[in-house]
């Protein structure tokens, strides 16, 4: 656990960055490349953790920034910690808060020491700093806790990224001084924006004060496919092959199997889940928008051969009109079958890669039709 | 199937006119009393098939008249039947759309071929008839089709309500004799308020026709718990020993073991699903009101020893916050517990029956603290 070994590389492939591996954590070992499901608030939406565990997810999100605002820490440890709250045995992984206070909240005060927030629920003022968010992560008794860091928008002047990129490094290392969970790993995240200068620097310093994995976080703010991916690929240069690294809020079927290109275990993202409630259906032959007519008596699944609860029991008729009633079963049935869709996904990534045959299958799969 | 003899009673109560019986559909045999889901649209709200069947649910029920408006009989007829569009393997009950038409339409023209109404979606105008929902059963494929009737308001002139028994008799013989699904058992609906010599004269009159089940409609619309059982007492006296009677939309579940006292079979309800959205627990000892600032933090299920799928994995902690953050987990959670506590409701009441216990059980459970 939290300072050990715990990321062991099975394959490297031999024309890219990309790795096949196995994480160790408190709830069990985790194949790599993975994607982790979100479940900002303690749920992924509407899914039960029966259904979500169908889906293959092995590792989910949560995020520290919703549930210390609600229910808090201490209801959560009452409860008997963060496993028994989300009803998941496996393991599961916080963010920090620092992306959600940068993104969700209206009133902010950052200094050195911490950030001074107001809750986007009902305004009411809170504070959180490195050794608030990493105790309530050892206390939720998470598997990989975040370290707190501070995030800056796409287009942000160049002074203010380097502001806050100094700021997170600092930040980090109050949290590894402070976090006091052996049963937990501690991830710091690289920021810098699109300036590689900078991502260099942020790596390279969060590397000398070692931790048990390496996030890149502020990206996927529309910075755009071509920037996130040089960035991901300068950024990896500088984290140590040994460690496992979490490319955060990413995204797109082709963002992720170009990050793996460039060196990335890890993934989280919403759009399986929001993308679900708003009708769209990720396939390996493009998306289906299932409020469209053309599937009025449609007795076909969403996707032919595909195994998920939706697929296996539904069409996309009855989808179609579960949606259009506004009926729940419509968006559950939608994020269940991209949940999997992204776990077959990462399933085909870690073959291709164990197979050797990774770069020609990811190349076709970001530049062909 | 119809026409032939399809229930078989396994024990008669020697106190009460309950029974403990085996109904035999198409899609298999329930034991009764049965209380059936409510799928209105096609879906039980926000529950999937495999949690709905996890309940002990064994038939379960949806409505005509919605699904008639959308998608539409031809779309799930190409779809391939009403069982492949619920994706449920098990028996299926549709309502005629009788008491739709009755309570959701804002223009009504009744005369006595049929009834021209406005959607309540988009207020499109509609016509249904006897032959129009037998048809569109037979078409659906569903197991237990009822005849459409005519409901009356709680309060109606005597006048009306006797009108409206004639012709729910009347369209009851013209249902049976447009009705041409061999698989498909068919229920006629008495009517008549809480007029006991009204509900006398239906019933009589709907025997004399014949079908393979007996409904009790137009209760549960505000006429309290007293003439409810009084109208489904004095009505059971003029049913068939051998076929199975169903008390619609019925209900609390102190309602629910008051009528199978009086010889009910088979209920419907949307309480279990509606409350359960709510926050509003079902339990032996009462509602369990889930927003209650009390369960900030509780650490124990919503009723101790129930085996449903929210008890077994969620604290009412985690719900609590679920339903406070309006993740959809919370009511779905909810729901589940509601719907499995009224199949162990149904499962106690076949039990007592088969004991012959249910005099006093059911006593106690309708009159005790």
Request: charged share 20%.
């Amino acid at each position: 656990m939290h300072g050990k070994e715990n990321y062991k590389i099975l394959q490297k492939d031999s024309n890219t960055a990309a790795r096949a591996g196995i994480l160790t954590t408190a709830h069990g070992q985790i194949e790599t490349p993975v994607f982790m499901p979100v479940g900002t608030a303690g749920a992924v939406k509407g899914i039960t953790p029966y259904h979500l565990k169908e889906t293959g997810a092995t590792i989910i999100l949560a995020n520290t920034y919703h549930l210390f605002l609600r229910p808090g820490v201490d209801a959560i440890e009452k409860i008997g910690g963060i496993h028994k709250f989300m009803a998941w045995e496996g393991p599961i992984l916080t963010d920090s808060g620092g992306y959600q206070v940068f993104s969700l909240s209206p009133l902010v005060k950052i200094d050195e020491e911490g950030v001074e927030f107001a809750s986007h629920i009902d305004g009411a003022k809170f504070y959180l700093n490195a050794e608030i968010t990493t105790q309530a992560q050892n206390r939720l008794g998470v598997d990989i806790a975040m370290c707190f860091d501070q995030c800056t928008a796409f287009g942000a002047e160049p002074e203010e990224v380097a502001k806050a990129v100094d700021r997170s490094i600092r930040w980090a290392q109050r949290c590894k001084e402070v976090h006091a969970n052996e049963n937990q790993l501690l991830f710091s995240i690289v920021q810098g924006g699109i300036d590689l200068d900078l991502r260099e620097k942020c790596a390279l310093s969060l590397v000398k004060t070692g931790f048990d994995g390496y996030a890149i976080g502020g990206l996927s703010v529309g910075e755009g496919h071509e920037n996130m991916v040089n960035t991901v690929n300068h950024t990896t240069k500088f984290l140590p092959e040994d460690k496992p690294r979490y490319l955060m809020g990413v995204g797109m079927p082709k963002d992720i199997v170009a990050a793996v290109r460039n060196g990335v275990d890890m993934f989280d993202c919403v759009l399986p889940t929001r993308n679900g409630r708003n009708a769209y259906a990720f396939t390996w032959n493009g998306p289906v928008h299932l409020r469209n007519n053309a599937h009025i008596g449609d007795s076909e699944p969403i996707e032919a051969g595909c195994d998920c609860y939706a697929c296996k029991n539904f069409t996309k008729g009855a989808i179609r009109h579960f949606i259009n009633y506004n009926e729940m079963l419509g968006p559950i049935l939608v994020s269940l079958h991209n949940l999997r869709f992204y776990q077959r996904l990462m399933a085909k990534i870690r073959q291709t890669i164990k197979e050797g045959n990774f770069d020609n299958w990811s190349k076709e799969f970001i530049f062909g039709d």
